[in-house]
Each structure stands twice: as C-alpha cells, then as structure tokens.
C-alpha cells in the first residue's frame, strides 16, 4: 500500500523557517513525480510545489516561489519541503502527493496525513 507520511510542521513566526519531510513507502519512489499541497482552515487545496521523477526539473506555485524550495533524496524516499520566510498566510495543512507518473501532470490520487504549519506572532 502506497504510504505517505509528513512531519516537520508546527508553530512559527513570521520570517521564520521550517522544514518539512515527506516518508514515502510502498512504490519505488524515484520513478514517480511528486508535489507537495496545502489546505488552510475553511479554504480549498492549493499546490505548492512538484518534483519532476523523469527530468528532475521543479516548479513552483507564484505565492511560494523564491521563498520554498522542494527537494527529494531517492536513497531515502523522502521528500523535503524547504519553507523560509514564512508569512502568516502559509498557515495551512501542508500535504505530499503522489503522481501518477514520472512528470507532473497533477493528478495526486494518494496524499498523506498532512502536517500543520502555522505562522503567527
């Protein structure tokens, strides 16, 4: 069964930086692209980011870009969410997802439990 589990999350102030982890079992994982997708309270999901599998190349949503960085260590299965400069509007749910293949194409059948991130002073 394909598995995603987050951590790294939690409380924060504005300016501060947060790292956040992605454990990925139950697929071979460096075939696969990857994204990572927030959720804050009463909104919808918006993605954050993906990791290309086939070409390595990443992309970013504009509210993040130049601010977080994604990476991924294939030896590990793990995928990392580098956030710095956090702003109170990144508070959110943060998830990793899987793709349905090696580029992005966005469709992410299977998420983890998510991890909270809040920025607040």
């Known amino acids: 069964e394909v598995q995603l589990v987050e951590s790294g999350g939690g409380l924060v102030q504005p300016g501060d930086s947060l790292r956040l982890s992605c454990a990925a079992s139950?697929?071979?994982?460096?075939?696969?692209?990857m994204s990572w997708v927030r959720q804050a309270p009463g909104k919808g999901p918006e993605w954050v980011s993906a990791?290309?599998?086939?070409?390595?190349?990443?992309i970013y949503a504009d509210s993040v870009k130049g601010r977080f960085t994604i990476s991924r260590d294939n030896g590990k299965n793990t995928l990392y969410l580098q956030m710095n400069t956090l702003k109170p509007e990144d508070t959110a749910v943060y998830y990793c997802?899987?793709?349905?293949?090696?580029?992005?194409?966005?469709?992410?059948?299977?998420w983890g439990q998510g991890t909270l991130v809040t920025v607040s002073s």
């Open positions: 997802a899987k793709d349905q293949g090696s580029w992005y194409v966005g469709s992410l059948e299977v």
């Open positions: 139950g697929f071979t994982f460096g075939n696969y692209a």
């Open positions: 990791h290309n599998a086939g070409d390595s190349r990443t």
